[in-house]
C-alpha cells in the first residue's frame, strides 16, 4: 500500500478520490490551503502550494501525490489570465518540481475538455486542440507533468458523477459540462420538479461519462503499477445529455415524462466556447491498468448506490 498525498481533497473530485484510496488500504494525506475543519474525514496537513519548499516537505516520505487542485473559477480565470495560468500551471510546475526531489510519483488528473469536441471518442494519443482558456491550461499542465516529472501521468476524466463528500449542500445545477448533471435531474425529479435538459451545439452534448469513486480506484492502479503517459479514464459508453437523462430514468426510477428538452438559458452560458463531443476512448488505458471500463448502466447503478449509502462506490 502506498503513502499518497492528495490536492484538492476538499473539492468533488478529490475528496472521492481521497476516500476511494483510503477504502483499498492506502496511507493518505489531504493537503490542503487552511484547516478544513473537525468533520473532514481524512489525514490533512496545512501546505503553502505556492511555496515549492513548503510542497517538497508535505511530499516527503510519499510514494505518490494525486494532484487535482485548480482555481475552478471560470470567469475569474478569464478576468485574471495570470491568476488562471498559476492556479493551474504554476500550481502544477510547483507540485512536480517538489515531488521530483523527494521522488514521489505524480498522478495528475485532466479533464476532456482539452478536445475541440469536433471529434467522437477520442484516443489516449489524439492531439489535444482546446477551445477554450480552462482546456488551455489543463494542456499546459498535461506537458508540465509528461515532460518534467521523473515519474508519473496524466488521466484525462469527464462527465463526473458523484457526491461531494465533504460537502452537504449537495450536487451542483446543470451547467454546460457534464459534471453533476445525473445528481441535478434525481434531486429535481424526486422533489416533483420538472427538469429540462438543455439541448444546444454551444454546450458540452456528448460525453463518456464516469462516477468519481472509479476515478479514485483507477488513480490508485496507476500509482500501484508506475504507469506513465496519458491515460483516458472514461466510462465505455458515449452519451447525449438526452440518452443520459433517460438512462438515468431507468437506473432512478424515476418518470421519464417529467423530463423536457429545451435551450441553455443565457445566464448558464459560459463567457467562451464549450467542446460539443468530448467522449473518449479509454482502451488502451483500461488494459494498461488491468481493468475494463464500464458501461453507462454500471456507472448509473453504482452511483445509486452512493446515493443510497453516501458511501463512495468503485467499480474496479
Ligand atoms: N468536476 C468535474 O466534472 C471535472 C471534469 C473534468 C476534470 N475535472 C478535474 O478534476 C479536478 C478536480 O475538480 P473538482 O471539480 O473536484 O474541483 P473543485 O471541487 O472546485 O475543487 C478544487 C480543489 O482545489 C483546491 N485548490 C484551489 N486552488 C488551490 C491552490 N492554489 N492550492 C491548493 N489547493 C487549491 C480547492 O481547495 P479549497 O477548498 O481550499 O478552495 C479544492 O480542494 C480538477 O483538476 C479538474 O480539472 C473535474
Known amino acids: 500500500m502506498a503513502r499518497i498525498a492528495v490536492t484538492g481533497a476538499t473539492g468533488f473530485v478529490g475528496g472521492t478520490v481521497a476516500a476511494v484510496l483510503a477504502d483499498k488500504g492506502h496511507e493518505v494525506t489531504c ?20 511555496d515549492v519548499g513548503d510542497l517538497e516537505s508535505a511530499l516527503d516520505g510519499k510514494d505518490a501525490v494525486a494532484h487535482l487542485a485548480i482555481l475552478n473559477d471560470f470567469a475569474l480565470m478569464y478576468a485574471d489570465r495570470r491568476a488562471g ?14 515531488a521530483n526531489v523527494t521522488g514521489a510519483q505524480v498522478a495528475f488528473i485532466s479533464s476532456d475538455w482539452v478536445f475541440d469536441g469536433v471529434g467522437h471518442l477520442y484516443p489516449e494519443d489524439f492531439p489535444p486542440n482546446p477551445v477554450n482558456y480552462y482546456g488551455v491550461l489543463k494542456v499546459a499542465s498535461e506537458l508540465v507533468v509528461l515532460h518534467q516529472a521523473d515519474r508519473g501521468f496524466v488521466a484525462r476524466v469527464g ?9 452537504a449542500h449537495g450536487p451542483r445545477l446543470q451547467d454546460c459540462g457534464f459534471g453533476f448533471f445525473v445528481l441535478a435531474l434525481v434531486d429535481s425529479v424526486r422533489a416533483g420538479r420538472r427538469f429540462t435538459v438543455w439541448e444546444d451545439p454551444h454546450i458540452n452534448n456528448v ?4 462516477v ?24 465505455a459508453t458515449s452519451v447525449t445529455r438526452r440518452e443520459l ?14 423530463v423536457d428538452f429545451g435551450p441553455v438559458p443565457d445566464e448558464a452560458r459560459l463567457p467562451a466556447p464549450v467542446p460539443f463531443d468530448t467522449s473518449m476512448d479509454g482502451s488502451r488505458t483500461m488494459a ?10 454500471a456507472q448509473l447503478r453504482a452511483l445509486a448506490a452512493e446515493v443510497e449509502t453516501g458511501r463512495p462506490v468503485p467499480l474496479s
Open 288 to 297: 494498461l491498468l488491468g481493468t475494463v471500463a464500464h458501461p453507462i448502466e
Open 159 to 167: 462527465g463526473v458523477q458523484g457526491l461531494h463528500q465533504t460537502k
Open 207 to 210: 460525453a463518456t461519462p464516469i
Open 85 to 98: 495560468w498559476d492556479g493551474y500551471v504554476g500550481l502544477t510546475e510547483r507540485v512536480v518540481a517538489a
Open 245 to 258: 437523462a433517460m438512462a438515468t430514468c431507468e437506473a432512478f426510477d424515476l418518470d421519464p415524462g417529467m
Open 31 to 50: 493537503l490542503v490551503r487552511r484547516d478544513p475543519g473537525p468533520d473532514f474525514p481524512w489525514p490533512w496537513q496545512v501546505v503553502d502550494s505556492s
Open 212 to 235: 468519481a469513486p472509479e476515478i479514485g480506484a483507477l488513480l490508485g492502479r496507476g500509482i500501484d503499477r508506475g504507469v506513465d503517459g496519458i491515460l483516458h479514464f472514461a466510462g
